[in-house]
């Protein structure tokens, strides 16, 4: 009866160990697979909005200085996988802000309205998936170069302005399912106004930084 029952306990143990081995199999292999089908997308599409915030074109006497209002920006980003952590990516964004005059006491003055074309490529670096809660993050690091342009309105008069821009950004993928998911960004364009392009007057002014919030879909395909 003892060797009955110590060989039933030693089967249904066995038929246990079978069943874990089999299901931890199954799963390795699925996210195997999913990885698999992952990497293979080779590129990304983010449509996104956030809010832009400007840094100062020009610092005067007495307190004084030049720039932008906040206000809401609107893009699109794609990116083209050239290795597993690695992305060519391209940008092309939009925003519509008054251009204001700091004046201690009276405060920001509009001196002109602003349409703003943002436009850049660079690299992103994709850092190792990991998960919270049962959801895959995926954090990231964006670096490259580009350009803003001005197109300046006031009254009946109209300039343009364009200036170089370099860019370094940081954010993260938070999946939703295979091949789309949420993307949250910050990103900074560093440069300055070009002030002879829009006044003719050949004056460098201070590098200022734009930072931009942004989220979007991201559709992997």
Do not use: C, W
Not at 108 to 114: I, K, M, R, T, Y
Not at 137 to 152: K, L
Not at 164 to 191: E, P, Q
């Amino acid at each position: 009866m003892r060797t009955t029952s110590y060989v039933l306990a030693t089967v249904r143990a066995g038929a246990l160990v079978t069943a874990l081995t089999l299901a931890g199999a199954t799963s390795a292999h699925a996210q195997s697979r999913g990885a698999q089908l992952e990497r293979g997308k080779a590129f990304d599409f983010t449509p996104y909005g956030g809010f832009m915030i400007f840094g100062d074109y020009m610092k005067g006497p007495l307190g004084t200085s030049l720039s932008n209002a906040p206000a809401p920006v609107f893009g699109a980003q794609l990116g083209m996988r050239l290795a597993p952590n690695i992305s060519l990516v391209g940008n092309v964004a939009g925003a519509s802000s008054d251009i204001k005059a700091g004046i201690p006491i009276l405060g920001g003055l509009s001196v002109a309205h602003s349409n703003i074309l943002l436009y850049d490529a660079g690299l992103q670096l994709d850092i190792p998936v990991t998960t919270m809660g049962g959801t895959s993050v995926s954090p990231f690091i964006q670096a490259g170069a580009g350009a803003i342009r001005y197109d300046i309105e006031e009254s009946i008069v109209s300039t343009t302005a364009t200036n170089f821009a370099g860019n370094v950004g940081l954010g993260a993928d938070v999946a939703l399912g295979n091949g789309f998911g949420v993307r949250v960004m910050a990103k900074d364009y560093i440069g300055k106004f070009d002030f002879k392009d829009a006044t003719f007057v050949d004056y460098s002014g201070e590098t200022a930084h734009r930072f931009a919030f942004s989220a979007g879909l991201r559709m992997s395909f």
